[in-house]
C-alpha cells in the first residue's frame, strides 16, 4: 500500500531526468561496452567519413571515430557538471551558515565578499583564472569552484536568517546545544531545500560553461576527449562534416536536459513538502 | 405586489458547484431573490456561506473550477446565464458594477486612477479632455479634493478612506445601474466605514443605482438596506425587509446571530461584528438531507433531519426557511434587545 | 533631483567594490606565468633590452608601487599598451564595446520575442499541454550550450543557405544588422528559457488576483485585460530579471562572439588570453566589472520606474 502511494506520488518531471542520467551514467562508467573503437586513435585512412554502419557518428579529420569519442566524453563532462556544483555547494553553505547565524562583522566580511565576487561576470572571472593556470581540467574547476560558491552562501545566508529565530532553535539554545550542533541539527536541515534545487541547475550551467571552455581552447585540452573540445574541432567542418559538431552537442542537450528534469521534479517535490 | 418592470435583477433557483481535488462542494443550492429598482438589498451570513459566490455568479466571473448548474438571473429583461461572453461583456461595468472589500488589491497598483476611470469610459466617443472633467466630476461627487491632482496619482498614494472612494468613482465611471458591494466597508476602520455608508446611500440617491450590498455586519444592513437576506451553507434562509427581519426573525440562524450581537443600546448602533453560533457550517461536499443548519439548531426535531424545509412566505414580503419558524413568533429580534 | 542623489549614492557605494576588484584583478595578473617582457620581445631579445623593457613597465619594482602606478594610469584613464595590437588599450576596448553593446542588444530583443507570448499563454493555461510544452521547450533550451546551436545555426542559415554571413558583421549599417540576427537568436534561446518560467509564474500570481478580476468586472475585453492587466504587473519582476541578465549576457558574449566572429570585448578576451597580451586581458576585465555594476545601478532604476510603489532607497 505505501509502496503504490509513493508510486503515484513520484513525480513525472524527476523520473524522466533519473531516466536520462542512469542511461548516461551507464555511458560514463563502461564506455567500452558500446564501442571498441579507441576514442584517441588515428586513422588516416578513414577521414572525414559520414556516419554509417562502420562509424556511427562518422569520423573527424583525424580519423577518430566520433560515436567513441562522444562516449568516452560522458564521464568527464558529467563529472564537471557535479564537481563544480558539490565543492562550492560544501563551502558556500558553511559560509552561508556562519554568516547567517552569527551575524556582525564575521557576516559582513563574508558578505562583502560575495559582494565583490559578484561584481564578476561568471566567465570572466573563470578565464582570468584559467589564463594563471595552464589550461586543463584543474585549471577547469578551480575556476568554477571560484565563481559558484558565492550563490550558495547568499542563499543558505538568508533561509538561516528566516529559520534562525524559530522556535524549535530558541528551545535548542535554551538547552544550551553547542553552536556547532544547532547549525547542524536545527538549521541545516531546514534551510538545505533552495541550495538544493539551485544546485540541479547549477551542474546544468556549470557542465555548459565547462564545454563552453573546452570550446573555447581554455578547458579539457586535445585529444582528451570532451563534449565542447570535439565541438570545438568539428566547426572547422561545418559544411562538409556536420556530424563532428552535432551529435556532441545532443549528448551535451540529453544530459543537462536530463539534470534540468531532475531540478524541477526536486523543486516540486521540496516546495510542496514546505507547503 | 411588484410588478417586472420594478425589478432589475431577479435570481431563480441558482444552483453553483466547485469541483476542487476531485470534491463537489455545492456552494449554492437554489438561491432565489430579487431586486428592485431604487433599493439596497443585503446579504448577510458567516463567512463560507456562499455571499461572494452568488455575487459573482451573477456577472459570471468565478473562477475555472466553478460550475452553475441550474437557474436564471434575469437583469431587465435577459437572462444573464444565457448570454455570450462578449454580450456580458457588454453588461459587466456599464448596466452592473462591482466594489471590492479590498481597494489596496482591487485596483491595478501600477496604473494611475485615471488610467482606471478612462477605461470605463472607453466606448463612449469623448475626447481625452472631455473624459478628464467627467473623471473629475466623478472625484468630486465622490468626495475626493483636489482630483486634478490626485487622477494622475496611485492607489498606494490614497489615504485609507480616500482609497475605498476611489474605487467607488472608477465603478460608477461606467454608469452602471446596479452596483455589487462585495463587503465595501470590512476593510476600513469604523469612522472611515461611517463615511463610506454615507457616501454609498448618497450614491444610491445621486446617481439613481440599485444596489446589493454584502456584509457580516448587521449594523451596515441596518443603515443601508431596505430588504435584506440571510444566508447560510448556499441557501437563503431568510428574507424580509430590513425592519421586519430585525423586528421578527423567524429563522432560528437569524435569531442566534442577532442574540450574538453586544446589547448596550451605546454599543449597538456601530461595530456589530457577528459573534459566531456555536458549531459550524457543514461541509459544502456532504451536505445533510434535512434541513442545512440542523447541526446547530436548538428548535430541531427528526423532521429537520429527513426534510430539507421550504422556502414559506410567513407573512406578506418575509419568507423563511424553517419548519419550525411558528416556534419563533412572538420573538422580537433586535429592536426587541436593543430597546428592552 | 531625488533620481541624481540616489545615483550619486550608489556610485559612491561602488567604488570601494570597484577599488578591491580592481587590486583583485592586478595581483591575479601578476600571477600569470612567464614574464610579460619576454612575450612582448620574443623569445630572441637579449638580456639588455628585457631589462629596459622591464624597468619600462615598471615590473622591476615592487609590488606595491607597480599597483600604485597601475592605479594612477588608471584613474587616468590609461589602461597600458597592448602587446598584440600595439595600441592603446583602451582605444580598443572602445573599438570594441559597441559591436558587444549591440550584440547584447539584439540578444535582449530576441528573447522577449521568444519569451513573452510563452510565457504569458504558459502562466493563463497553467497546468494544460500549452503550460508544458513551453515548460518543456525551456528545460530543453536552458541545457542546450549557446556555442552548439549558433553553430548549429551557421551550418543551417549561412553555410547550407548562405543568408547570414558566416563570420563577422561587415562594414555597413545592413550588414551590422545581418551579422547580428544570428548572435542574437543564439543567446536570445538560453535567456528566453530563463524569462518563460519567470513571466510564467508571474502571470500565475497575477490572474487570479483581485484587480484582474474587478477589471474583468468592469467589462474590459481578454485582450485588454491581457495586455495592461496581467501582462502591465507580470513583466515587472521579469524585466528585472531580464536586466539582471544583462551581466550573464555579458559572460555569454564572450562565446557567442568568438562563435561568430564579431569583433567585441569578449573576442578580445579570448584572443588576449590566447596571446597573453595581458594589459588587454586586465582592461576587458576591469571594463566588464565596470559594466556588470552600472547595469545592476540601472536594474533598480528601472524597476522604480516601472513599479511606482518602488521608492530608491
Ligand atoms: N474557487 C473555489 N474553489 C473551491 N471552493 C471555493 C472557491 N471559491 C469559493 N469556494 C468555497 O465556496 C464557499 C463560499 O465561498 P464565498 O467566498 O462565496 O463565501 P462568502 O460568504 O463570501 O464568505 P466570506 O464572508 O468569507 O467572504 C466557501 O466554502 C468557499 O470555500
Ligand atoms: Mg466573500
Not at chain 2, 123 to 143: C, H, P, R
Not at chain 2, 196 to 212: A, Y
Not at chain 3, 122 to 142: A, E, Q, T
Not at chain 3, 180 to 189: A, C, D, M, R
Request: net charge positive; aromatic share 10%.
Amino acid at each position: 500500500m505505501i509502496k503504490l502511494k509513493k508510486c503515484k506520488q513520484l513525480n513525472p518531471s524527476l523520473l524522466a531526468g533519473l531516466t536520462i542520467i542512469i542511461v548516461i551514467s551507464v555511458l560514463a562508467f563502461i564506455p567500452g561496452a558500446f564501442t571498441h573503437y579507441n576514442p584517441t586513435d588515428i586513422a588516416s585512412d578513414s577521414i572525414l567519413k559520414a556516419p554509417s554502419d562502420l562509424h556511427l557518428f562518422g569520423t573527424d579529420n583525424f580519423g577518430r571515430d566520433i560515436f567513441s569519442r562522444v562516449i568516452y566524453a560522458t564521464r568527464i563532462d558529467v563529472m564537471i557538471g557535479i564537481f563544480s556544483v558539490l565543492i562550492p555547494f560544501i563551502i558556500g553553505t558553511t559560509l552561508g551558515l556562519i554568516s547567517g547565524y552569527y551575524g556582525g562583522k564575521i557576516d559582513s566580511l563574508i558578505m562583502r565578499t560575495v559582494d565583490i565576487f559578484m561584481a564578476f561576470p561568471y566567465m570572466v572571472l573563470a578565464i582570468a583564472i584559467v589564463a594563471i593556470e595552464q589550461a586543463g581540467l584543474w585549471a577547469l574547476f578551480l575556476s568554477m569552484w571560484l565563481v559558484s560558491w558565492k550563490e550558495y552562501a547568499r542563499l543558505i545566508r538568508s533561509e538561516v536568517l528566516v529559520v534562525k529565530n524559530a522556535e524549535y532553535v530558541e528551545a535548542a539554545k535554551v538547552l544550551a546545544y553547542s553552536d556547532f550542533r544547532i547549525i547542524t541539527r536545527s538549521i541545516l536541515p531546514n534551510v538545505l531545500s533552495s541550495a538544493i534545487i539551485y544546485a540541479a541547475s547549477d551542474v546544468v550551467m556549470c557542465m555548459l560553461s565547462g564545454a563552453a571552455m573546452s570550446y573555447l581552447g581554455l578547458g579539457v585540452q586535445a585529444p582528451t576527449p570532451e563534449w565542447g573540445a570535439i565541438i570545438s574541432g568539428g566547426k572547422a567542418f561545418l559544411s562538409t562534416a556536420w556530424w563532428i559538431t552535432i551529435f556532441p552537442g545532443i549528448f551535451l542537450v540529453v544530459t543537462g536536459f536530463g539534470f534540468s528534469l531532475i531540478g524541477d521534479g526536486l523543486s516540486d517535490i521540496l516546495r510542496k513538502g514546505r507547503a | 405586489m411588484n410588478t417586472a418592470k420594478d425589478t432589475i435583477l431577479k435570481v431563480d433557483n441558482l444552483k453553483l458547484q466547485f469541483s476542487s481535488n476531485g470534491q463537489t462542494l455545492n456552494a449554492l443550492n437554489g438561491i432565489s431573490f430579487s431586486i428592485r429598482r431604487g433599493e439596497t438589498f443585503g446579504f448577510v451570513g458567516e463567512s463560507g456561506c456562499g455571499k461572494s459566490t452568488t455575487s459573482r455568479a451573477i456577472l459570471r466571473l468565478l473562477a475555472d473550477n466553478a460550475k452553475i448548474t441550474d437557474g436564471t438571473i434575469y437583469y431587465n429583461e435577459t437572462d444573464l446565464l444565457k448570454l455570450s461572453e462578449k454580450d456580458l461583456r457588454k453588461i459587466r461595468g456599464k448596466e452592473i458594477g462591482m466594489i471590492f472589500q479590498d481597494p489596496m488589491t482591487a485596483l491595478n497598483p501600477v496604473l494611475t486612477i485615471r488610467k482606471q476611470i478612462f477605461e470605463q469610459l472607453r466606448d463612449t466617443k469623448l475626447s481625452s479632455k472631455e473624459k478628464e472633467i467627467v473623471a473629475i466630476e466623478i472625484m468630486n461627487k465622490v468626495g475626493i479634493p483636489l482630483p486634478e491632482k490626485r487622477l494622475n496619482e496611485y492607489i498606494f498614494q490614497y489615504s485609507g478612506g480616500m482609497r475605498q472612494r476611489a474605487m467607488i468613482a472608477i465603478t460608477l465611471a461606467g454608469n452602471p445601474k446596479l452596483l455589487i458591494a462585495d463587503e465595501p466597508t470590512t476593510a476600513l476602520d469604523v469612522t472611515i466605514q461611517d463615511q463610506i455608508i454615507k457616501l454609498l446611500n448618497h450614491v444610491k440617491e445621486d446617481f439613481g443605482v440599485s444596489i446589493l450590498l454584502i456584509t457580516h455586519d448587521l449594523g451596515v444592513v441596518g443603515r443601508m438596506c431596505d430588504r435584506v437576506a440571510v444566508m447560510y451553507a448556499g441557501y437563503i434562509v431568510e428574507m424580509a425587509d430590513t425592519y421586519t427581519l430585525f423586528s421578527a426573525p423567524r429563522h432560528p440562524y437569524t435569531k442566534g446571530l442577532m442574540d450574538a450581537l453586544p446589547k448596550l443600546p451605546q454599543e449597538q448602533t456601530r461595530n456589530e461584528e457577528m459573534k459566531p453560533i456555536p458549531g459550524a457550517l457543514p461541509s459544502l461536499s456532504d451536505l445533510p438531507q434535512g434541513c442545512p443548519f440542523v447541526s446547530r439548531c436548538q428548535l430541531h426535531q427528526t423532521l429537520c433531519q429527513d426534510q430539507l424545509p421550504t422556502m414559506q412566505e410567513i407573512s406578506p414580503g418575509h419568507f423563511a426557511r424553517c419548519h419550525y419558524f411558528h416556534k419563533l413568533e412572538g420573538c422580537t429580534g433586535l429592536i426587541n434587545c436593543t430597546k428592552g | 533631483m531625488d533620481l541624481l542623489s540616489y545615483i550619486l549614492k550608489r556610485v559612491l557605494q561602488i567604488i570601494p567594490v570597484f577599488i578591491i576588484a580592481t587590486i583583485l584583478i592586478f595581483f591575479l595578473m601578476r600571477l600569470i606565468p612567464g614574464d610579460p617582457a619576454l612575450v612582448m620581445l620574443g623569445e630572441k631579445a637579449t638580456p639588455e633590452s628585457l631589462a629596459l623593457l622591464r624597468s619600462k613597465m615598471g615590473l622591476d619594482q615592487s609590488y606595491f608601487t607597480q599597483f600604485y602606478l597601475f592605479f594612477k594610469n588608471l584613474i587616468c584613464f590609461d589602461l597600458g599598451t597592448s602587446i598584440k595590437y600595439k595600441e592603446p588599450v583602451l582605444l580598443l576596448l572602445g573599438d570594441k564595446l559597441m559591436t558587444t553593446v549591440w550584440l547584447i542588444i539584439s540578444s535582449l530583443f530576441f528573447s522577449l520575442l521568444f519569451s513573452i507570448i510563452p510565457g504569458y499563454y504558459s502562466g493563463i493555461h497553467k497546468d494544460k499541454p500549452v503550460d508544458y510544452i513551453f515548460r518543456l521547450l525551456s528545460l530543453l533550451s536552458l541545457a542546450t550550450p549557446a556555442f552548439w546551436i549558433g553553430l548549429v545555426l551557421l551550418t543551417l542559415f549561412s553555410v547550407q543557405v548562405n543568408w547570414f554571413p558566416v563570420s563577422g558583421w561587415g562594414n555597413t549599417f545592413e550588414e551590422h544588422i545581418l551579422g547580428l540576427i544570428l548572435p542574437g537568436i543564439t543567446q536570445g534561446i538560453g535567456v528566453a528559457a530563463v524569462l518563460i518560467r519567470n513571466l510564467r509564474n508571474n502571470v500565475i500570481d497575477v490572474k487570479d488576483s483581485d484587480y484582474v478580476n474587478y477589471a474583468r468586472s468592469k467589462g474590459l475585453s481578454n485582450f485588454q485585460i491581457g495586455i495592461h492587466h496581467i501582462l502591465r504587473n507580470a513583466l515587472i519582476p521579469t524585466t528585472t530579471l531580464l536586466s539582471m541578465r544583462i551581466a550573464t549576457m555579458l559572460s555569454g558574449s564572450i562565446v557567442v562572439e568568438t562563435v561568430f566572429g564579431l569583433p567585441g570585448i569578449g573576442a578580445l578576451l579570448v584572443n588576449g588570453i590566447y596571446a597573453r597580451d595581458y594589459p588587454v586581458v586586465q582592461g576587458v576585465v576591469l571594463l566588464f566589472v565596470l559594466l556588470v555594476m552600472v547595469i545592476n545601478l540601472a536594474t533598480d532604476i528601472i524597476y522604480s520606474f516601472l513599479d511606482p510603489r518602488v521608492k530608491l532607497s
